[in-house]
């Protein structure tokens, strides 16, 4: 209940991951509350303390659901073949609340190619998951974790999709709070795009030899 | 067969539309011969005049079928709905040739949703129906029509997939004598990204009040 004030307290479920764990560094840095959740308790509070010292500010760790249990946002960052389950521990402390999906379907080995699920997308299968009470949000798809993971400017877009604007705009203050640019991108089904250039960006950095390849769109974005 | 010398001659099937239109007109003036194609053979033929009289190059027109015939490269610039009459029309003419499809799958009326095929993507349709013996890459899906009928710079990649990288650097360049970076993105079922992506740019178009949003892979490019 403490955790649940204004600005909302966030859990980075899959905290100790590259993806997870550099966003919550810049979202403490940022003076946002996090939690770092992760299947083993006691690894996410190691790596709460870590980031704790570093930072300066308070961060905890904990299992994932007890973490998801006392945030308003909760960030799923997990690869996609821990997706199902991972949502399934937590679907019933997140009801109501807002979910920020960060999944990308890649299927090992064959990472630099596009293999989108049956459901069309990854934020998809987490709507299915979690269930019309959840709002689902899907976004962070394109950005490279250990760019993320330091101070440096990342020259990335996050897209960012789901039905209702307002989350999708909460989720664009989340990426701008992280540094990034975040863009209003359509609706979940929107997804897919965002999901499927992971793969290209994989590809163009095998293929042109490339540290950390991103996306931008562009445009005269600046109106709103 | 005179018109299949070096550099090969492009047929544009649908020529007369806005993609198909603008790409001819920006090959032509970089010297490549260009032949424009119609399902209206008249139609064709007056475009192809209007664009020699505005460019000083000679550029034919005729039916879709019989400028396929004529050309080593066939790109093909039809609406999704038109995609799989269109290539059914040129599958005889094309065999052993390199067809560049730019199909998106769009799906009027709901255009800024994501509604990939079945198949995942429509360059998949386009090699299940022209067969193994035709080279297909695709590209093209993302650049604003409007836009590169200009005189002016476009600023927008064009993601190139194909399986074979020789076809697809044909297409690079392609792009490039269209006056566009061109990215090797990697497979044919890659272009699922690029053509999920235009749903994105027609969100963002209003979403942001923006005339022709773009998409840009950010990285070191210049190696290669």
Redesign the interface.
């Known amino acids: 209940m403490s955790d649940a004030s204004n600005p909302a307290t966030i859990a980075v479920i899959g905290g100790t991951g590259h993806l997870g764990g550099a966003l919550a560094r810049r979202w403490a840095r940022s003076g946002r509350r996090v939690l770092l959740g992760s299947r083993d308790a006691g690894k996410a509070r190691d790596a709460a303390l870590a980031l704790s010292n570093e930072t300066g500010v308070k961060v905890e760790g904990g299992a994932n659901r007890d973490v998801a249990e006392r945030a308003l946002i909760v960030v799923v960052t997990v690869p996609f073949g821990s997706q199902a389950a991972t949502l399934t521990d937590i679907r019933d402390v997140v009801q109501g609340k807002l979910v920020v999906d960060c999944t990308v379907p890649l299927v090992p080995p064959r990472v630099?190619?596009?293999?989108?699920p049956a459901e069309?997308?990854a934020a998809a299968i987490a709507q299915r998951i979690l269930g019309e009470q959840v709002s689902i949000v899907s976004a962070f798809h394109n950005v490279a974790a250990h760019k993320l993971a330091t101070d440096a400017a990342v020259?990335?877009d996050v897209?960012v999709f789901g039905e209702q604007r307002d989350a999708r705009e909460t989720v664009v203050r989340l990426a701008e709070a992280a540094g990034l640019r975040g863009?209003?991108?359509?609706?979940l089904?929107?997804s897919?795009?965002?999901e499927?250039?992971t793969?290209?960006?994989i590809?163009?950095?095998k293929?042109?030899?490339?540290?950390?390849?991103?996306?931008?769109?562009?445009?005269?974005?600046g109106?709103?």
Chains 1, 2 share one sequence.
């Not at 863009?183 to 609706?187: F, I, R, W």
């Not at 042109?208 to 445009?219: E, H, K, N, S």
Request: net charge positive; proline share 0%; with cysteine.
């Open positions: 630099m190619r596009v293999q989108l069309g997308c020259d990335c897209l863009l209003h991108a359509g609706s089904a929107n897919a795009a965002a499927a250039l793969s290209i960006l590809f163009v950095n293929h042109y030899g490339i540290d950390g390849a991103g996306v931008r769109l562009t445009g005269s974005f109106a709103k």
